[in-house]
């Protein structure tokens, strides 16, 4: 099944096209009419030749007593025969076609035509089976009632030459020409979009979050409206960026005093509920609803201070002055550490693998350890009992840091949604894990804007789940 096509055609091709047929056009007219001024010119030059030829010959015709003769001499006879590329021949025949002198075999042309007497008439005909032209012209006794008449011929082989070099003369060099404007003109539109092509990479090279007005100064006039109206929607979408961003981040500001004053009624609560006369049997029924409150506060808690991040994070590495070479092990240490704390209070061993030497990478110290906590978060909250955290030197400059773990790891499908806000995979309703489903968005958010990529892979390549950070230099 073809697939649609995404676009109309090229503006090169529509600016060719329509030359590409004039030019074809004009072609064959050029062709005809070289064949028709190479033909008329052979013709004219060789049948002038002929002409000649007649005249003289007619020329040495003798009136005697015993009827007409032609004079001719050895090295006359030579000079009319001389071509030896063309088949050359004449004969002197009388009124009735009888011939007189010269080869018996030459075409007689029909004798009743009074113009020959005036000047020498021209026919087509076949010679030994070869195509000639040929010229006649008749001549009368001044004192006998008797004519003669001079039939020349010759074949068309150096007509046909001299037709086909007229022909390659005209055409060659209009081929070339035709060649060499279409190639100009190729050159020409390719050089007068070349500004667009590079309006072009120049978007392609831009940040996600770099929404600056595209430049005019090298746009073709006809483009800049285009252009202009692109600048346009870049300013709509910038101002409507900006907008949900501030929208996202003074709602999760201003919840976050009455999230923090539930969390604080909810325990001042359960301090007085505690200080109360208890039951006897000891039974609280009171104490597992209040738990489930506070950590839903706290929950809700986290989810604001991760909306906050998300939204500081959309706008404060925007700036590369923030952005420095630095040695970012000891941030990965200083990041690593409370997590260590907390896993082994949990069980489990959080590692860290890292070089003696320093390993420089362009990165923000605030914000990458934000990018190694959620990361760290992520695996503690859903990875296995061990936890390892690498980072290695890449060998063209920048670094690279890896968290892995040996939990169940992730379907090979759902790999591309981990990065999804608020995604926290299959029944994550049913989970009880604190979760906010921001975390891995706002470190691959983050690990984009400082210049640098976020990957994970899981099961079957890796046996749990790996996510790399690899940072420019």
Excluded: C
Excluded at 10 to 31: D, E, F, H, K, M
């Amino acid at each position: 099944m073809s697939q649609p096509r995404r676009h109309g055609p090229s503006i090169r091709r529509q600016l060719l096209q329509p030359l590409l047929w004039i030019w074809l056009l004009g072609t064959a007219a050029a062709v005809g009419g070289a064949y028709l001024l190479a033909r008329n010119s052979a013709n004219a030059a060789f049948d002038r030749s002929l002409q000649d030829e007649a005249t003289a010959l007619a020329a040495k015709v003798v009136w005697s007593d015993r009827g007409p003769l032609l004079d001719l001499t050895r090295q006359a006879r030579e000079l009319v025969t001389w071509d030896t590329e063309d088949r050359n021949s004449f004969a002197m025949v009388d009124a009735d076609g009888n011939v007189l002198a010269g080869d018996a075999t030459v075409p007689i042309p029909p004798m009743r035509n009074r113009k020959t007497f005036e000047q020498p008439v021209l026919f087509d005909a076949e010679y030994e089976n070869e195509p000639v032209r040929g010229a006649v012209f008749s001549v009368a006794s001044p004192m006998l009632d008797r004519s003669v008449s001079i039939v020349v011929v010759e074949t068309t082989r150096k007509r046909n030459v001299l037709v086909r070099d007229i022909q390659l003369g005209i055409m060659l060099p209009a081929f070339a020409l035709g060649t060499l404007t279409f190639v100009l003109l190729g050159w020409g539109i390719r050089r007068g979009l070349q500004p667009l092509r590079e309006v072009a990479a120049d978007v392609a090279r831009r940040d996600a979050a770099d929404w600056s007005p595209l430049p005019l100064q090298q746009v073709p006039a006809e483009a800049v409206p285009l252009i202009e109206r692109i600048n346009m929607l870049l300013a709509d979408v910038q101002q409507s960026v900006s907008l949900q961003r501030r929208f996202v981040a003074d709602a999760a500001h201003q919840l976050r005093t009455p999230v923090a004053g539930i969390r604080v009624l909810a325990q001042e609560l359960e301090q007085e509920l505690l200080a109360l006369p208890q039951p006897a049997a000891g039974d609280l029924p009171w104490q597992p609803l209040l738990q489930q409150l506070l950590r839903s506060s706290e929950r809700l808690s986290r989810l604001i201070g991760q909306l906050l991040s998300l939204a500081r994070s959309e706008t404060a590495l925007s700036v590369n002055a923030e952005q420095v070479p630095m040695d970012i092990v000891p941030l990965v240490r200083e990041s690593a550490e409370p997590m260590v704390l907390q896993g082994l209070r949990e069980g489990r061993s959080v590692a860290l693998d890292a070089p003696d030497e320093p390993v420089v990478a362009r990165a923000h110290p605030l914000w990458l350890g934000e990018v190694l906590t959620n990361l760290l978060d992520n695996a503690r909250r859903y990875g296995g009992q061990h936890i390892v955290v690498r980072v290695r030197p890449l060998s063209g400059g920048g670094a690279e840091v890896q968290v892995e773990d040996d939990g169940e790891g992730v379907a090979p499908e759902q790999l591309g949604r981990m990065f999804e806000p608020f995604w926290r995979g299959e029944r994550a309703d049913l989970r009880n894990d604190g979760g906010t489903g921001l975390g891995l968005a706002i470190a691959r958010e983050i690990v984009e804007r400082l210049g640098g990529r976020l990957d994970v892979s899981s099961r079957p390549s890796f046996p749990g789940i790996r996510f790399t950070v690899r940072l420019a230099a």
